[in-house]
RNA sequence: GGAGAGGUGGCAGAGUGGUCGAAUGUACCUGACUCGAAAUCAGGCGUAGGUGCAAGCCUACCGUGGGUUCGAAUCCCACCCUCUCCGCCA
């Protein structure tokens, strides 16, 4: 969420943040309803003060035994009531659409983030690692992986439908194994406190990051009768980054970095058509997340932490990706800034998708009340980001394309044998 | 699933219709005392919004949302959450 006071003091400037976004503001409807709310507001205060006051003397004069005064009172109080009641209706019709506009707006970009409207626009900031060269024609991971009769998606259709992926035997160890490196590596070398957290969330939570309320549909949802909706988490980083919801910390305590392994779960309404082969785009898939919640002042540089932790992570298994950093209508609802780590994919032939580091600034923070104490004792909203440290399952769709062999077999990155049992091949059972 | 208790300021904890945004304690800040500190004393100390050059004034907020009333922390309804006992359970 904005802050509603930036919008009110420099509206010129968050309109043409927003235009980078390709998300142009009405600026005179909102000004209109900013003046309409002013002016309801004022007229609807300075009435509750004046029945305030009136039934204070009510109660004064009744003390005191003077009726006759209390009736003239309570006789004054009551010529006030029904222009209190539609001020304050009215009111609370404004105030309520006034949330939603501001709920409903997303993030400013930061100055560096480059412009554009989509993918196309986005900037390669660098490049690590050599694609391999194959002497055979690479073959992409569902081919390998169903040879090796180790992926089974036909068997995953069955059980649950489309878009979702059933594991086997060595891969499914594989994709445990990778779950475990990513975990060890960001709690051993990067100083991450480890989290293991709930998979079904409530809606508070999720507007909290953002996901709600214009996401709703991206999202699966699980009605429970009469009691409030549980939704199952999009990403870790709903149930970590609202650890902090509503709470105040101690300036102490920053940074606090969290690394949590979850299940994601995405409807993925409106992608029709797109990645509906493979493992790229599911229901359900792994992923390992950091968050990290910093003071304001070390958000810019935490960001960049975050991105290389992430990173980290690629080069250790020696798989060659590029940095990107998204243009301003590429960004998700939420994000000031946002680097993506794309992996080399060989039977496809493209940088892939398997990582988004973003800071949110203040942005989830204000959605969520999430504050310290700062040194002058007042409480400040704190800044949050999030970054995949990786995506698992396209980690594994990486590993496997990779290091795949001419016979059809695939090598185990040397990083991963300590999580493998020492294993160095997998090949069919 | 059944029965019961409870949610008040950073924390603890009073308050059951009327000068209550809320006693008291504690934590914290400022000042006095001190060479300094502790102890003691005095004052300050919630959040959000409106208005004003400012001091200030005003409004809302006692888990959340409704309702009753001239007036609600207090009464009524629903929901959320916590705890205790019983049952069931990985």
Known sequence: MLDIQLLRSNLDAVAAGLARRGKPVDLDAFRALEAERK?????????????????????????????????????????????????????????????????????????????????????????????????????????????????????????????????????????????????????????????????????????????????????????????????LIPTAEVPVTNLVRDEILDAAVLPLKFVCHTPCFRSEAGSGGRDVRGMIRQHQFDKVELVQIVHPEASPAAHEELTRHAEAILEKLELPYRRVALCAGDMGFAAARTFDLEVWLPAQNVYREISSCSNFEAFQARRMQARFRNAKGKNELAHTLNGSGLAVGRTLVAVLENYQNADGSVTVPAALRPWMGGLEEISAA
Not at 45 to 63: C, E, P, T, V, Y
Not at 90 to 115: C, G, Y
């Open 39 to 231: 002016a309801v507001q004022t007229r609807t205060q300075d009435l509750q003060a004046r029945r305030n006051a009136l039934s204070k003397q009510i109660g004064i004069h009744k003390a005191k035994g003077q009726e006759a005064e209390a009736q003239a009172a309570l006789a004054e109080v009551g010529t006030l009531g029904e222009a209190l009641k539609a001020a304050e209706a009215e009111l609370d019709r404004l105030l309520e659409k006034f949330h939603a506009v501001l709920a409903a707006l997303p993030n400013l970009p930061q100055d560096s983030v480059p412009d554009g409207a989509d993918e196309r626009a986005n900037v390669e900031l660098k490049r690590w690692g050599e694609p391999r060269r194959f002497d055979f024609t690479p073959r992409d991971h569902a081919d390998l992986g169903e040879a090796l009769g180790q992926i089974d998606f036909a068997a995953a259709a069955k059980i649950s439908g489309a878009r979702f992926s059933l594991l086997k035997g060595g891969i499914a160890r594989l994709h445990r194994a990778l779950a475990q490196f990513m975990l060890d590596t960001h709690v051993n070398e990067h100083g991450y406190t480890e989290i293991y957290a709930p998979y079904l969330v409530n809606a508070a939570s999720l507007f909290g990051t953002g996901q709600l309320p214009k996401f709703e549909e991206d999202l699966f949802k699980v009605p429970r009768g009469e009691q409030e909706p549980l939704y």
